[in-house]
């Protein structure tokens, strides 16, 4: 935005992208409150000779969130910056643009709008991906770098969005409304993968239709053997492709023997079974709080909506092992990689490292080879009560309950699991 014209501005709940159009009036003091208990709330920036709606910003401090959508005469978004609250800053993480040929063109048409997408990493390197003919012609990806200052801008006080929008212009704000104008906010803060009712996910007899497929599916718990932690640092991996490479989490616990369970899902129609979700047990102090198990540099904060930290699988197994003896584990799975490989649901296989006494328990990984996240889970003290390697077979899925069944289990589960 290069004008140096005076801008005006209104506090809002956000721009409606299919009406085209700011909803949501808010006062200037409602906003500043927003902004000050880091609930969510929008500016759309206005020309005033046109008044047209040239920008609209995002901001949600308590998720640490900023974005402007940059916006064309008709209403279409053409560009965006996305920034996070880092380190005391805020970071680019992300900038793209849509070319529209037609003016009729939609917005953010994966056909034809010609499209640039940025995102950077802390360190200055970024990856471009450039559609100059949109979804229906060739892509390109490379690797860039930036100057790291260039990423950065001071976290700005509350009325100066000039770094955010990407200009100078004089903002004036414009009389408040008579009173804030209650509706739903069109848009919400990009946030990463969150944990869905793990504790449920292992209760047993508790009945699923899963996301997408409305297949039904009920939950059955087994015992998956030991795992023994000569370091007490965990690594979640594919046992076919250890590494001394692989990084343990920073969440650690005491050495120790620690206790698996399988949360296995049984098709309903068909004698099918996956493996939804598997846990080392910690302590037997109920969960309070769910977290992503992070390595050494991993920020949650970087992540885009719905993304997460996860480790991948190739040969649709994966395993709990100490990270200490990942060298060694790697050298006897070489010689016997087939005992780790093609694990039926439920069942798991144990390997030992003689030398330290050390266990590698593994089992099957959902729906095969891809990447899961996993997942810290916390007592009320904030000790670590487990550790669970989520396949996200149970992500978006329903629980039901089993109409065949009087007072059903799933039904005295919702009653009593809230974790």
């Known amino acids: 935005m290069t004008t140096t014209t005076p801008l005006h501005a209104v506090y809002c709940e956000g721009w409606d992208a299919e009406r085209r159009a700011v909803v949501g009036r808010l006062t200037a003091a409602t906003a500043r409150e927003r902004d000050r208990s880091g609930e969510q709330y929008a500016v759309a920036v206005i020309e005033p000779q046109t008044h047209t ?52 063109q939609p917005e953010f048409d994966e056909e034809r709008a010609r499209h640039e997408e940025v995102k950077h990493h802390p360190d200055g390197t970024a990856t471009r991906t450039t559609q100059p003919q949109g979804g229906s ?57 969150r944990p869905e009712r793990l504790g449920l996910v292992f209760q047993p007899d508790v009945r699923w239709t899963l996301a997408k497929t409305d297949h039904t599916v009920v939950t059955e718990l087994r015992d998956g053997g030991t795992v023994r932690l000569p370091s007490g640092r965990l690594v979640v991996a594919d046992p076919a492709w250890l590494s001394v490479e692989l990084e343990p989490f920073t969440a650690t616990v005491r050495p120790g023997d620690y206790g698996v369970e399988l949360a296995v899902v049984r098709f309903v129609t068909e004698e099918h079974r996956r493996v939804a979700a598997a846990k080392l047990v910690v302590s037997t102090e109920p969960v309070a709080s769910w977290e992503p198990a992070l390595t050494a540099g991993q920020n949650p904060v970087l992540l885009g909506d719905g993304a997460f930290f996860g480790f991948g699988v190739d040969a649709g197994t994966a ?99 809230s974790s």
């Open 319 to 417: 395993c709990f092992v100490d990270g200490d003896v990942l060298g060694e584990m790697e050298r006897i799975l070489e010689e016997s990689c087939e005992t780790v490989v093609g694990i039926p649901a439920g069942e798991t296989v144990e390997v030992r490292e003689p030398e330290s006494g050390a266990t590698l328990v593994a089992f099957g990984s959902g729906w095969g080879d891809g990447a899961y996240p996993t997942w810290v889970g916390r007592t009320a003290d904030g000790d670590i009560a487990c550790f669970v390697a989520d396949m996200l077979v149970l992500h978006g899925a329903t629980a039901v309950q089993d109409e065949h069944e009087d007072q059903p289990r799933s039904a005295r589960v919702f009653q009593n699991i």
């Open 53 to 104: 709606v040239v920008a609209v910003l995002e901001i949600a401090w308590s998720d640490h969130f900023a974005r402007c959508w940059h916006l064309d005469v008709r209403g279409r978004r053409h560009a965006v910056d996305e920034f996070r609250e880092l380190d005391g800053r805020m970071f680019l993480l992300r900038s793209a643009e849509w070319g529209y040929d037609d003016p009729e």
């Open 137 to 193: 012609g060739p892509m390109r990806v490379t690797t860039v770098l930036t100057p790291v200052e260039d990423l950065y801008l001071d976290v700005p006080r509350f009325g100066e969005w000039g770094g955010l929008i990407r200009s100078d212009a004089e903002l004036v704000v414009q009389p408040d409304p008579s009173a804030d104008e209650t509706v739903e906010p069109p848009w919400r803060p990009a946030a990463p993968l």
